[in-house]
């Protein structure tokens, strides 16, 4: 019991990290159709831009700076060079987005350098918290969590309940009939992608400081975003959320179970050849196939659902 | 109120609209006929800005050829199109709130109104739009227009696919907007309404204006009519 509790939890706090740095993006691809190959440096800027500032003045402050000037940074990029190439088609942005994607990786080697830099966890949250199997939990591992839960309440009451939030909702769907009732759409649309990087921002000041804050964390991340907001259904918070907890709780319970498809045909007496090609399969056990099982996931979810769990149109 | 002048509209490398002029004055009603794909929709379109457009359009004395869709919208523009587009997701009330431009402004028109006009809208105003019938969505794209306000409408085929007793319902819905002094550009396919409400016609053919007068003038027309709107 105690083990189902402990893999629960794992999956639900690397869950809600996926979660913070999926829902800017679910919003930013719903909505605008842009496929953001760039979106997870703007969580590795955030890292950075954390570490260099609590240098200075502190972790707390730069859990708001840094998400800020992410937001802008963001913002800037949607009005003076995406929506440009947005006229030339979703090629051209995912090329753009692309290059972005490199451009900030040199830049930040060329600034920080190439190894990890002394990001770490505040003292004072630096201690465990309470045990559950013999495993202690950080402090911070708890803070990160109640930050990512708040930011899913404010974020799902803003866009179900402000009016803002209704605008984004229906340009997600009808731009242009947004944009003929007098909203203007491309204001709505820069502010969207700055918000979504700003989340994405703030995953990487929370999460730099544990998984690392290094040039290549953006690659190490990025791709399983994707596979969050097709799981989740495109422009869908909610599905973003549950998407997020489901690949948490599937990584983390796959990493933890050494059984192989070998070990349940020899339970069932019967045995396979040991020079047989078939072999090297079936000895592959759960947890070394964990690192694929998202993406397993993203290949069935095209296949038989493409709109994804609580999406309301295809990818 | 509404002046447009030598318009040119594209698709790509297809020439859709090809030097159209059109004036509508305050309060008036105007009826755009014709048939399907002759250009009566993307006409619309290119007063909103949604289409790569030459030419000139003057609204109340202001160019707005090249304007955002959005200001245009904020100068008084509604426009209704022709695929009833609710917003799926949102409630019906919902679908009205947004519809309103300015929060500050005075409201000539509010969601209760809207309500007393459309009980049926009423008993299903925190039901999501999706859920709504043709008719009843027609109703509520038309209201959610009327909530920003606006002095000069363009509907887009607003009987399309309605019932007998829906299209009576837009008929007098229609009539009691132009009574309020809002202009309207009626897009129709069929004679009968632009007949019963309309002052004046236009009749569109190969993205060309090829009448213009009043209803009653084009229905003793036989020859326009023959070549240009009935099948």
Known sequence: MDVILFTLFNGLLYGMLLFMLSSGLTLIFGMMGVLNFAHASFFMLGAYFAYQISKYIGFIPALFIAPLIIAFCGAMVEKYALRRVHKFGHVAELLFTFGLFYIIEELVQMIWGKVPVGYHVPEYMDFTLFSMSGMGYQAYAMFTLVVSIAMFIVLFSVLTKTRAGLIIQAALTHPEIVSSLGHNVPKVFMLVFGLGCALAGLAGVLAGNTLGTEPSMALSLGPIVFVVIVVGGLGSLKGALVASILIGIVQTTAISLDYSINNFIELIGFSVDIESLWRILIDLTISQIAPILPYLLLVLMLIFRPRGLFGNRDV | ?231
């Open chain 2, 1 to 231: 109120m509404l002046k447009i002048s030598d318009l040119h509209a594209y698709y790509g490398k297809s020439h859709i609209l090809r030097g159209v002029n059109l004036k509508i004055s305050k309060g008036e009603i105007i009826a755009l006929l014709g048939r399907n794909g002759v250009g009566r929709s993307t006409l619309v379109k290119s007063v909103m800005g949604l289409v790569p457009i030459t030419g000139s359009i003057i609204y109340k004395n202001d160019e707005i050829v090249g304007n955002a869709t959005h200001d245009i919208a904020l100068k008084g523009i509604g426009y209704v199109p022709e695929n009833r587009d609710v917003f799926p997701t949102l409630t019906v009330k919902e679908n009205l709130l947004l519809g309103v431009k300015d929060k500050n402004a005075k409201a000539e028109w509010t969601v209760d109104e809207m309500f007393a006009l459309f009980p049926n809208l009423k008993e299903r105003a925190d039901v999501s739009a999706s859920a709504l019938s043709g008719g009843e969505q027609q109703m509520l794209t038309i209201c959610r227009c009327l909530m920003g306000n606006p002095e000069f409408m363009m509907i887009d085929e607003p009987t399309e696919g309605l019932s007998p007793q829906m299209v009576e319902t837009v008929a007098e819905l229609l009539k009691k907007i132009a009574s309020k002094g809002i202009s309207i550009l009626l897009v129709e396919q069929k004679l009968t309404i632009a007949l019963r409400l309309a002052a004046r016609v236009y009749l569109m053919g190969h993205g060309k204006i090829v009448f213009e007068g009043t209803p009653k003038e084009l229905e003793k027309n036989n020859k326009i009519r023959k070549e240009w709107l009935e099948v």
